[in-house]
């Protein structure tokens, strides 16, 4: 193996190992990013709600009909609603990426955006 191998080897190992610390770091400082609770009506983005921030807002629909949603530590949650099944207001409250509460009659969806990943997938549940 000549010297400009051995250089070579050392240099590629090197680039590697920078590789894969950058990437860890950068997904570690995804994971610290502030979750949201992005709710949406009929599709379309109403409202997004830091979950680091303690708080309760009243949606209310052209309609008349309304869902209260409280942010309390780190979880959301609908605490009223003006629909008959109350499903939404039964509904536990959220605060892992990518958990729902949904409100039919009031085609109201709260959706976790960000933050934590639940370390539970859907098939173990």
Same mark, same amino acid.
């Given at each position: 193996?000549?010297?400009?191998?051995?250089? *070579?080897?050392?240099? !590629?190992? +090197?680039?590697?190992?920078? /590789?894969?610390?950058?990437?860890?770091?950068?997904?570690?400082?995804?994971?610290?990013?502030? +979750?949201? +609770?992005?709710?949406?009506?009929?599709?379309?983005?109403? @409202?997004?709600?830091?979950?680091?921030?303690?708080?309760?807002?009243?949606?209310?629909?052209?309609? @008349? /009909?309304?869902?209260?949603?409280?942010? $309390?530590? @780190?979880?959301?949650?609908? /605490?009223?609603?003006?629909?008959?099944?109350?499903?939404?207001?039964? $509904?536990?409250?959220? $605060?892992?990426?990518?958990?729902?509460?949904?409100?039919?009659?009031?085609? *109201? !969806?709260?959706? !976790?955006?960000?933050?934590?990943?639940?370390?539970?997938?859907?098939?173990?549940?």
């Amino acid at each position: 193996m000549k010297k400009n191998d051995l250089i *070579l080897i050392i240099v !590629i190992l +090197a680039l590697t190992a920078i /590789s894969v610390v950058g990437i860890t770091v950068s997904r570690k400082m995804n994971k610290a990013d502030v +979750a949201y +609770a992005v709710v949406t009506i009929d599709g379309n983005e109403y @409202g997004r709600y830091p979950l680091d921030e303690d708080m309760v807002t009243t949606i209310e629909l052209e309609d @008349g /009909s309304y869902n209260i949603l409280e942010i $309390h530590d @780190g979880y959301a949650q609908i /605490s009223e609603a003006s629909c008959r099944d109350q499903i939404c207001v039964n $509904h536990f409250p959220v $605060h892992y990426s990518k958990e729902m509460i949904v409100c039919l009659p009031n085609r *109201l !969806i709260v959706e !976790i955006v960000g933050g934590e990943e639940n370390d539970v997938d859907g098939a173990t549940n």
